[in-house]
C-alpha cells in the first residue's frame, strides 16, 4: 500500500477539524483497539452519547478516509447494521513535503540486492538494538547510566504512542509477550521482511537489554497473520 502525501496542506486543516472535538478523538483512539467493526450504536454505549451522535462522529472520520464502513447481520434478522473500522490507508502530513518513505524503499531495495540475506539480516537487527538501546537511554534520562534496561510497561507505552497500537499479554512466569496490531514499517515489512522485520525486533531487545536468544516470535503480520506476537525472556 502507497502512502498518501497531503502535499499543499490543505487536508491539515480538515484534519485539524475532525481532531479538534475530544469526543472525536476519543472514538478514534477506541477504534484502535477493537477486535472488530463497530456500529454507531455500540461506540455510543461506551461514551454515553446517543447513536445518532456517535453516528456524526463516525460519518466525519469517514469523510476523510480514516475509518470505513461495513455491514453485519443483526441476529434477529432485518436490515444489516452499519458498522465502523479504522482504515487501512495511511496519511503522511508534511509541510512542506517530503518523500522519506521512497528513499527508504530504494535503500532496501539496494540492500536487499547486494547484500547477503542472512549478512543483512543481521546487521539490521544489530542497527535496530543500537536504536533500541539509545532510545532506551533517552527515556531513562541523565540519571541512569547506560546501559539501561526499561521495564516491559515503559517499552510497551513508547511503542504504542510510537503508533504500534501494542498490548502486553499474559505470557509465561518472567517472559515479556507483546501483540502488535500495527506495524508502524508495514508496508516496507511486506517488501522487505527479512531486513525490516529484525531491525523491528532488534529495536525492541535493544530497549529491554536482552540478547537476540531471548526473544521468540510466534506470529507475523508480514508472514500473513493478523498480528506480530513477541515473548521475550527477561
Known amino acids: 500500500m502507497e502512502t498518501a502525501y ?5 487536508y491539515l486543516g480538515k484534519l485539524a477539524d475532525v481532531f479538534g472535538d475530544p469526543t472525536r478523538r476519543s472514538i478514534y483512539r477506541h477504534l484502535r483497539g477493537a477486535a472488530e467493526p463497530l456500529t454507531a450504536s455500540e461506540v455510543a454505549g ?3 452519547v446517543h447513536r445518532t451522535v456517535a ?15 461495513g455491514t453485519r447481520r443483526r441476529a434477529g434478522g432485518g436490515r ?30 539496494l540492500i536487499d540486492r547486494t547484500v547477503e540475506s542472512g549478512v ?8 535496530g538494538r543500537a536504536f533500541g538501546a539509545e532510545t532506551a537511554t533517552e527515556i531513562a534520562g541523565d540519571a541512569v547510566q547506560p546501559p539501561v534496561k526499561l521495564a516491559p510497561r515503559a517499552v510497551v507505552a513508547w511503542m504504542d504512542e510510537a503508533g504500534y497500537s501494542v498490548s502486553l499479554e499474559d505470557g509465561a512466569k518472567g ?9 508502524v514499517y ?30 521468540t516470535q ?14 521475550f525472556r527477561l
Not at 543483512?120 to 542497527?127: H, K, N, R, S, T
Request: proline fraction near 5%.
Open 6 to 10: 497531503d502535499k499543499d496542506g490543505r
Open 46 to 48: 461506551v461514551f454515553g
Open 55 to 69: 453516528r456524526a462522529h463516525l460519518e466525519k472520520l469517514s469523510e476523510l478516509s480514516l475509518v470505513e464502513s
Open 80 to 109: 444489516p447494521a452499519k458498522t465502523y473500522v479504522l482504515s487501512t490507508e495511511r496519511l503522511e502530513v508534511m509541510l512542506p513535503p517530503r518523500r522519506y518513505e521512497r528513499l527508504s524503499r530504494f535503500l532496501l531495495m
Open 120 to 127: 543483512a539480516a543481521d546487521a539490521a537487527f544489530e542497527v
Open 175 to 183: 517472559v515479556m509477550a507483546v501483540e502488535v496490531h500495527n506495524c
Open 186 to 215: 508495514g508496508e516496507l515489512a511486506q517488501e522487505f521482511p527479512d531486513i525490516v522485520c529484525p531491525f523491528d525486533r532488534g529495536t525492541v531487545c535493544g530497549m529491554l537489554g536482552v540478547e537476540p536468544s531471548a526473544h
Open 218 to 231: 510466534t506470529h507475523s503480520m508480514s508472514a500473513g497473520d493478523d498480528f506480530c506476537r513477541h515473548e
